[in-house]
């Protein structure tokens, strides 16, 4: 499927490209990522900032498809992002950096319009402490973790039982405020077996992206988060049987269970999985 068929809200694999490189732009618009992120923030020099930004409504002019990681509410470049942002063609939406307060995804889509899709990147402990705020502000869509900056800003460790809580915050934080699963950060490492192990991790914890810097890993991430043929297999044969007793409760378990065998079928069939 190519990187637009998904619906958004289900999207498992998030590539950012570094916007002050145009040149690798088509390139990733035709690996297997559900969503292109094309990054004007973090991998941009500041001096290089107005051009990479020129280059990436370039090619979104063009006819192409992405979201794009604009600079944080606070900083000095936010006001041109949004302003040369606004009203263009074939942007998907966009991931709102270091996002601390509710008011800063407010004053981003007042900027760009209520119409534009806003992932808010949560990257500090300020931020998960304000995530339900954050969750439920105008023009959030989804809420991202910024895994990287959260371990530089509270000295964490990388390992699972440290980075559980802020993971399981964001997860919270996005089902009080209705929206779909947040996105997991990257994992940098060159053992697939490692990248699915955390990603496994994250799903199990109810996250249902990730961000990803390695295109190599794409396919890896995306099985790790899709349905497994067992989960659909399960779940098709649950919904069976549920409908020939006539839907019939038979006791406690029945409830729950159906909701998640009717989340996986549709999920596997959103995902053309089934």
């Given at each position: 499927m190519?990187?637009?068929?998904?619906?958004?809200?289900?999207?498992?694999?998030?590539?950012?490209?570094?916007?002050?490189r145009p040149e690798t732009f088509d390139a990733a618009a035709a690996t297997r990522t559900d969503e292109i992120i094309l990054d004007i923030e973090?991998?941009?020099?500041?001096?290089?900032?107005?051009?990479?930004?020129?280059?990436?409504?370039?090619?979104?002019?063009?006819?192409?498809?992405?979201w794009v990681r604009i600079n944080d509410r606070p900083s000095p470049y936010w006001a041109d992002d949004v302003r040369e942002l606004a009203g263009r063609k074939n942007l998907k939406g966009v991931m709102l950096a270091k996002v601390e307060d509710a008011s800063h995804v407010v004053d981003t889509s007042l900027a760009l319009?209520?119409?534009?899709?806003?992932?808010?990147?949560?990257?500090?402990a300020l931020g998960i402490e304000?995530?339900?705020?954050?969750?439920?502000?105008?023009?959030?869509?989804?809420?991202?973790f910024g895994s990287g900056d959260y371990r530089k800003d509270t000295g964490t460790a990388a390992d699972d039982?440290?980075?559980?809580?802020?993971?399981?915050?964001?997860?919270?934080?996005?089902?009080?405020?209705?929206?779909?699963?947040?996105?997991?950060?990257?994992?940098?490492?060159?053992?697939?077996?490692?990248?699915?192990?955390?990603?496994?991790?994250?799903?199990?914890?109810?996250m249902t992206g990730k961000l990803v810097i390695d295109v190599d890993k794409i396919p890896v991430i995306n099985e790790a988060i899709s349905p497994?043929?067992?989960?659909?297999?399960?779940?098709?044969?649950?919904?069976a049987d549920f409908e020939s007793r006539g839907r019939v409760v038979r006791d406690g378990s029945d409830l729950p269970r159906l909701g998640r065998a009717e989340k996986i079928v549709k999920l596997a069939t959103a995902l053309g999985l089934v």
């Open positions: 190519s990187p637009s068929s998904i619906p958004s809200n289900i999207s498992r694999t998030w590539l950012l490209v570094n916007g002050a973090d991998a941009v020099d500041p001096a290089k900032k107005s051009e990479a930004r020129s280059s990436v409504i370039s090619w979104l002019e063009s006819g192409n498809e992405a319009g209520a119409d534009v899709r806003i992932v808010a990147l949560i990257e500090s304000e995530a339900r705020a954050i969750a439920c502000a105008q023009g959030t869509f989804r809420l991202a039982l440290a980075m559980a809580y802020p993971r399981s915050r964001l997860v919270v934080a996005s089902r009080i405020g209705n929206l779909p699963g947040p996105i997991d950060g990257p994992t940098i490492s060159p053992s697939n077996s490692i990248i699915r192990d955390k990603t496994e991790v994250a799903v199990a914890l109810g497994t043929r067992s989960d659909i297999e399960w779940a098709q044969g649950f919904l």
